[in-house]
């Protein structure tokens, strides 16, 4: 068991807490993957056979995180509140690739699997922002070379972003926070376990419903993210003020 500093705080987030602004998750029933297979735009194969369906794929949902009636919700506010103002480090592991987080002033932040409003060429590795849609004939801005740019997102088969980073922050965590997932895909649904065996942290489910995983969670809250995360958040300040010293026995008391 390595020893938690003893209040740092992990906070894993998928879909759901983007939901509330407008943004589709991927398996609920009006979600992403009712309307397009995983396997016609999420996989490196998919790009190779037909990477105009999937530029179009990404492009149209691009386009949707520019508009401006996509804002950060209470609960990307409220994890943004709880780094500002935690007395110990917070790190948001994030699935998701919009920039929501971000806006809400979140700092301390894991894009997992990549970020929808960065592109990166195949030729030359650069990876750089681009919020305007991406075509088969887009130059590279660093290299020039056509014909290699592609979505900065991880698709299914690819190794996620910044793993090392990650299971040290988890490995060292007293906390852990599993927010809007459910708790299907992997290695992030595999990080409560993960946690569960390095460390003595409490863990926290935080999601509409029970997610495929809820049975390891010491504590689970069910409801909207934009009312739990809040709730959670304004708990976690108020022991911060009371019992900084050692968290985990006051979290577990209350
Ligand atoms: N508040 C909180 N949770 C919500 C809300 C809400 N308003 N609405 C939906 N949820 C929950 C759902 O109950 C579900 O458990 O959010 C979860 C969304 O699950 P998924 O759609 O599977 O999304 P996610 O877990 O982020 O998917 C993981 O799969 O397709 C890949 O790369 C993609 O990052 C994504 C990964
Ligand atoms: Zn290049």
Redesign the pocket.
Same mark, same amino acid.
């Given at each position: 068991m390595t020893t938690p500093h003893h209040n740092a705080i992990v906070v894993l987030?998928? #879909?759901? *807490?983007s939901?509330?602004s407008g943004l589709?998750?991927? +398996?609920?029933a009006d979600?992403?993957?009712a309307k397009v297979g995983?396997e016609e735009v999420?996989t490196p194969e998919a790009f190779a056979r037909d990477p105009v369906k999937v530029h179009d794929f990404y492009n149209s949902r691009r386009r949707t995180l520019m508009k401006g009636t996509v804002v950060p919700n209470a609960?990307h506010a409220a994890l943004a509140r709880l780094e500002a103002e935690w007395p110990g480090e917070v790190l948001i592991v994030t699935? !998701? *690739?919009d920039d929501l987080h971000e806006r809400a002033g979140s700092r301390n932040l894991v894009h997992m699997?990549g970020e929808h409003l960065k592109v990166r060429c195949q030729d030359c590795g650069a990876v750089y922002a681009w919020t305007d849609d991406l075509a088969v004939d887009s130059a590279c801005l660093a290299c020039g070379g056509t014909g290699g740019m592609r979505p900065h997102?991880?698709w299914?088969g690819e190794m996620p972003l910044e793993m090392e980073r990650i299971y040290a922050a988890l490995e060292g965590c007293a906390l852990f926070v599993s927010?809007?997932? $459910?708790?299907?895909?992997y290695p #992030?649904?595999g990080f409560v376990r993960h946690v569960r065996q390095f460390t003595e942290a409490h863990t926290v489910e935080? !999601?509409?419903?029970? $997610?495929l995983g809820a049975s390891l969670f010491a504590e689970a809250r069910y409801? +909207?993210?934009?009312e739990?995360?809040p709730r959670f958040v304004d708990e976690l300040l108020s022991l911060a003020a009371e019992d900084a010293a050692d968290f985990r026995r006051a979290l577990l008391r209350r």
């Amino acid at each position: 068991m390595t020893t938690p500093h003893h209040n740092a705080i992990v906070v894993l987030t998928g #879909a759901g *807490i983007s939901k509330e602004s407008g943004l589709d998750t991927f +398996r609920d029933a009006d979600g992403v993957w009712a309307k397009v297979g995983v396997e016609e735009v999420a996989t490196p194969e998919a790009f190779a056979r037909d990477p105009v369906k999937v530029h179009d794929f990404y492009n149209s949902r691009r386009r949707t995180l520019m508009k401006g009636t996509v804002v950060p919700n209470a609960a990307h506010a409220a994890l943004a509140r709880l780094e500002a103002e935690w007395p110990g480090e917070v790190l948001i592991v994030t699935q !998701n *690739i919009d920039d929501l987080h971000e806006r809400a002033g979140s700092r301390n932040l894991v894009h997992m699997h990549g970020e929808h409003l960065k592109v990166r060429c195949q030729d030359c590795g650069a990876v750089y922002a681009w919020t305007d849609d991406l075509a088969v004939d887009s130059a590279c801005l660093a290299c020039g070379g056509t014909g290699g740019m592609r979505p900065h997102v991880v698709w299914f088969g690819e190794m996620p972003l910044e793993m090392e980073r990650i299971y040290a922050a988890l490995e060292g965590c007293a906390l852990f926070v599993s927010v809007g997932t $459910s708790g299907n895909v992997y290695p #992030a649904a595999g990080f409560v376990r993960h946690v569960r065996q390095f460390t003595e942290a409490h863990t926290v489910e935080l !999601n509409l419903e029970p $997610s495929l995983g809820a049975s390891l969670f010491a504590e689970a809250r069910y409801g +909207r993210a934009t009312e739990v995360v809040p709730r959670f958040v304004d708990e976690l300040l108020s022991l911060a003020a009371e019992d900084a010293a050692d968290f985990r026995r006051a979290l577990l008391r209350r």
